[in-house]
């Protein structure tokens, strides 16, 4: 007999995404921030008080609460399509045809096997053909799809695909390096270990622009 437990537990401990796009229902967005605040509230509670947490200490009468809103408001909100990041672009009256490069843009986000934080640095890339976009953005997209509980490969993929289609451009790169604590932490308990996951549309599939574009992240900076 199938144990389907087992079976989401392999999926889960293997970091395997079962699809492209994050799996959220349709009727997400039915009830306000503030219901589900109110109704994740009393779901943590519960948690607690199952452990054996007394939800009366000074400490922890607020805890329930907090998580709540920390889930809805922040670790959580790009979930909200509401909060997606206008990605406004412009002519390029410089006529500057070269790669441009943002690197070391600081990613947080959550496993969605565990709910445990993913820690690391993205970086970005395109060439323009005739648009480009502002610098904040970039990290504004990369920061809006973090925020949900994620798998990297999902991830790298959906920043590159949403600079491809605000610059109306294939030329879009995307590599991540991260740590996972649900690796670091449990588990298998590498602490020394971090994923790296790439993403190459356009131009970057030619070896030589890739290489450069990897020659860019390697370079050290000093200011």
């Known amino acids: 007999m199938i144990n389907k437990d087992e079976i989401h537990d392999e999926i889960g401990d293997n970091h395997i995404a079962s699809c492209a796009k994050n799996p959220v229902r349709d009727d997400a967005f039915d009830i306000t921030d503030e219901e589900k605040i109110e109704k994740i509230k009393k779901d943590v509670e519960n948690i607690l008080l199952t452990l054996g947490m007394d939800l009366t200490d000074d400490s922890m009468q607020g805890t329930p609460n907090r998580v709540a809103k920390m889930f809805v408001k922040e670790i959580f909100g790009g979930l909200n399509p509401a909060k997606k990041p206008k990605a406004s672009t412009f002519d390029n009256n410089y006529k500057y045809g070269e790669m441009l490069v943002e690197k070391n843009i600081t990613l947080y986000s959550t496993c969605e096997h565990h709910l445990l934080p993913i820690i690391g640095r993205a970086h970005v890339a395109y060439i323009s053909n005739g648009r480009v976009i502002g610098l904040s953005k970039m990290n504004r997209i990369v920061e809006y799809y973090a925020k949900r509980p994620q798998v990297q490969e999902r991830l790298t993929m959906q920043i590159v695909q949403e600079l491809q289609e605000a610059l109306g451009t294939q030329d879009v790169a995307c ?28 131009k970057f599939k030619d070896p030589q622009a890739r290489r450069e574009f990897l020659d860019y992240i390697k370079m050290e900076t000093k200011f």
Not at 182 to 193: A, L
């Open 175 to 202: 590599v991540i390096d991260a740590k996972h604590l649900c690796v670091n932490s449990r588990g298998i308990n590498d602490i020394e270990s971090s994923t790296v996951t790439s993403e190459f549309g356009g």
